[in-house]
């Protein structure tokens, strides 16, 4: 059964930082192209960062660049976002998702498999 899922989520003040974990079982990541997404409460979803292990290519969106860094640690099979400066309009359930045909990027009806998603609570 292929399975994503995220943790490292919680309460943090502006200004401070946290690292989301996505990991995969039942694949391998490194296979895969992998997004983060995130949803704020009445808003859609939309896309934070993306990375395809394969060419080392990372995307992210304008929002969130020089703050959140993706990365892909295939020894543990995850895939992390550390996000620092976080601010309060960072506030949302954050999910990652995998794309088997490996094309990726910021779109996310490309990815195939989701997560249910972790809380980031950006507030003092």
């Known amino acids: 059964q292929l399975r994503l899922v995220e943790s490292g989520g919680g309460l943090v003040q502006p200004g401070g930082s946290l690292r989301l974990s996505c990991t995969a079982s039942g694949f391998t990541l490194e296979y895969y192209a992998i997004g983060w997404f995130r949803q704020a409460p009445g808003k859609e979803r939309e896309a934070v960062s993306c990375?395809?292990?394969?060419?080392?290519?990372?995307n992210y969106a304008d929002s969130v660049k020089g703050r959140f860094t993706i990365s892909i640690d295939s020894a543990e099979n995850t895939v992390y976002l550390q996000m620092n400066s976080l601010k309060p309009e960072d506030t949302a359930v954050y999910y990652c998702a995998a794309d088997h045909d490996m094309i990726g990027g910021l779109n996310e009806y490309v990815y195939d498999y989701w997560g249910r998603g972790t809380q980031v609570t950006v507030s003092s």
């Open positions: 990375i395809r292990s394969t060419d080392g290519n990372t």
